[in-house]
């Protein structure tokens, strides 16, 4: 448990940051990006 | 099974999984489901036609460079959660970019792994993920920087779609011919190099580096056992010396290190060693 406190207060921060995100509303941003093609990404600007 | 083995096929298992939508492939049409909703541990381009989750960097990118700023916290938490559980393992076990370039790295060609500005190019990266994928993107809204000027997976996935799709062959103009230079450059020198986007370039694995010290799969060094003969260094493709900095900043976690040692000083694991 202590080798591994450091790791465990991160995960917990990271939940945290997800939880305030998806209240946020926004993984429906990241889908709406990504279900669209990325010209960009795929180098037609 | 061997561990290289066994490391081989989680990263054939890890790719196929990210990239399930084999139909798109054959269409040209990229996937639209929910599970595009949640970003991949690995850099897997959501243009992909395969790709049934979206990119972490490119999803990053997506919220810095908006006309209106809001913070990641979304996309910022998934890459600390992957980085506290895995730290740099997830480009050792589950990038499907990574996984390519570790195929091309086993085709017989002139090898030359260490060279003198190795050391210094690995900054980099860091170089990259600061100015590529969070300054300039913010200062420049709506411009995602590192997909659009470097990112090869983007431009292997604007191939595939291009095979597929003859409205967007038509539109491949000098941006595609600039990123289609590098996606070669990077196809050539994995082939002499072991991984060059990955120590050199990728911003994920910049990311990710950061949690190699604390991750909860981690290496650990007995000093009392190791008996600093140098075999952990000279099998080390990353060029990380394990006896020094057995959780380096650069290790992808092959373990190559731990099977060629004859003291068995090094473990990895997610446990305390045995």
Known sequence: ?45 | MDRKKRRTGIQAAAALIQNANIKGFFTGKIYDGATKSVCVPGLNCYSCPGAVGSCPIGSLQSFLSGIKFRFPYYVAGLLIFFGALAGRAVCGFLCPFGFIQDLLFMIPFYKKNRFKIDRYLRYLKYLVLLLLVIILPMTFNLTPFFCKYVCPEGTLSGLMLAAADKTLRAQLGPLFNWKFILLLITIVTSLIVYRPFCKYICPLGAVYGLFNRTAIYRMTLDKDKCIRCGKCEKACRMNVDPSKTPNSMECIRCGECVDTCPSKALYLGIKKRP
């Open chain 1, 1 to 45: 448990m202590k080798r591994n406190l450091p790791a465990i207060l991160l995960l917990i921060f990271a939940a945290a940051l997800i939880v305030v995100g998806i209240i946020m509303h926004q993984p429906g941003s990241v889908l709406s990006k990504a279900v669209r093609i990325c010209m960009e990404c795929i180098g037609l600007g």
